[in-house]
T-cell receptor, first 112, second 114 residues
């Protein structure tokens, strides 16, 4: 799989349930970011976790990072219909220069 | 709150024509990026720019592409001779720093090559 691959590809849940999305990556990273994208719109940054951090919270979001397994998860608690969007993980690697690689994304649909 | 802006929002061009996509990053940011997203696919890194030069570019960013920061304000992406497969959303992003700082994305320019 490519750098920054999410699973599942699509997730459908009821409002109020929790949504968990996973991301795996291949190379060493400096940090990992999660973004949200509403259909046809730009990307909104949700949370950044550095490589020396294991967990981070922001409101209803919880992100974990396991560098030994090269994986991260994004948990959205008490989901709302407005959370319906695509969610992408992205990794920063300093490879001489700097580049950010996005995964394929998880499409989340929250049913009211 | 400051934001990244991009113009135009939609550009339609004929195959083989040159296009310039414009971005105005947030004023105190130092790192700039261009990405593209083909419809229904993932966001692909094109190029990063710092200190008035390209920092890194992907294999997509071939000789048809160039970037410029002509006046300390705008950040442009030029595609010299567009192909049908260049049709995509193009996103600009800027960032104040690297390791702990987020990227701020513009709303994108939808490029349609006919």
């Amino acid at each position: 799989s490519q750098q920054g691959e999410e699973d599942p590809q699509a997730l459908s849940i009821q409002e109020g349930e929790n949504a968990t999305m996973n991301c795996s990556y291949k190379t060493s990273i400096n940090n990992l970011q999660w973004y949200r994208q509403n259909s046809g719109r730009g990307l909104v940054h949700l949370i950044l976790i550095r490589s020396n951090e294991r967990e981070k919270h922001s409101g209803r979001l919880r992100v974990t990072l396991d560098t030994s397994k090269k994986s991260s998860s994004l948990l959205i608690t008490a989901s709302r219909a407005a959370d319906t969007a695509s969610y992408f993980c992205a990794t920063d690697a300093h490879t001489g220069g700097f580049k950010t690689i996005f995964g394929a994304g998880t499409r989340l649909f929250v049913k009211a | 709150e400051p934001e990244v802006t991009q113009t135009p929002s939609h550009q339609v061009t004929q195959m083989g024509q040159e296009v310039i996509l414009r971005c105005v990053p947030i004023s105190n940011h130092l790192y700039f990026y261009w990405y593209r997203q083909i419809l229904g696919q993932k966001v692909e890194f094109l190029v990063s720019f710092y200190n008035n030069e390209i920092s890194e570019k992907s294999e997509i960013f071939d000789d048809q592409f160039s970037v410029e920061r002509p006046d300390g304000s705008n950040f442009t992406l030029k595609i010299r001779s567009t192909k049908l497969e260049d049709s995509a959303m193009y996103f600009c992003a800027s960032r104040p720093g690297l390791d702990t700082d987020t990227q701020y994305f513009g709303p994108g320019t939808r490029l349609t090559v006919l």
